[in-house]
């Protein structure tokens, strides 16, 4: 059974090149705030419903205090002349008994090359050792591409309360 805190994983991108899956570590803060540097303002609303560009400490906080048990998360690594940079970040945040909020971001410049599948196939692996029983999500309309990710897992539309924002679960 894979232990969310030692969770580490390789994958191949789309085009070929190799990613590294792997749990977020606390040593992870300064390259998780240079990865959100790199992403649009776009692909920020698209993830946090407005926009956004910077953190406070106490959002920073949250990001980066992953207990694993009740908020795990995951990063994707990639190899950029001979450093290895995040471009991308999953995670699932226990809301409910059995129930968790999955939510994902890509950098720009690696959109459409299948981090955020190989991102959810892993936090999908991880919640159903955890005993999870439904991940859920909320997607804005416009985001085609997280959609398309999340119907690819069998992601179903559920009523929700924001006539904005389009409410997805999947039973686990």
């Given amino acids: 059974m894979p232990v969310p805190e030692n969770y580490a994983a390789s994958e191949r991108l789309r085009d070929g090149r190799s990613v590294e899956i792997r749990m977020l570590r606390a040593d992870d803060q300064d390259d998780m705030l240079a990865a959100i540097g790199r992403t649009s303002s776009q692909s920020l609303q698209r993830r946090f419903f407005g926009p956004k560009r910077s953190f406070s400490k106490k ?3 949250f990001f980066m205090n992953i207990d694993f048990t009740s908020h795990v998360a995951l990063i994707a690594l990639a190899d950029e002349d ?3 940079v995040i471009i991308g970040g999953g995670r699932y945040v226990v809301t409910d008994s ?3 909020e999955i939510a994902f971001v890509t950098i720009d410049d690696y959109q459409g090359l299948g981090v955020g599948t190989l991102l959810m ?7 159903r050792t955890a005993g999870l029983e439904q991940l859920v999500a909320d997607v804005l309309p416009e985001n085609t591409a997280m959609r398309k990710v999340f119907a ?3 992601f179903q539309e559920r009523h929700g309360g924001d006539p904005q924002v389009i409410c997805l679960a999947f039973p686990l």
């Fill in 152 to 154: 690819k897992f069998g």
């Fill in 82 to 84: 001979e450093h290895e």
């Fill in 98 to 100: 059995g129930m968790a």
């Fill in 59 to 61: 959002e920073v906080d």
């Fill in 121 to 127: 196939r892993h936090l999908i692996i991880l919640a």
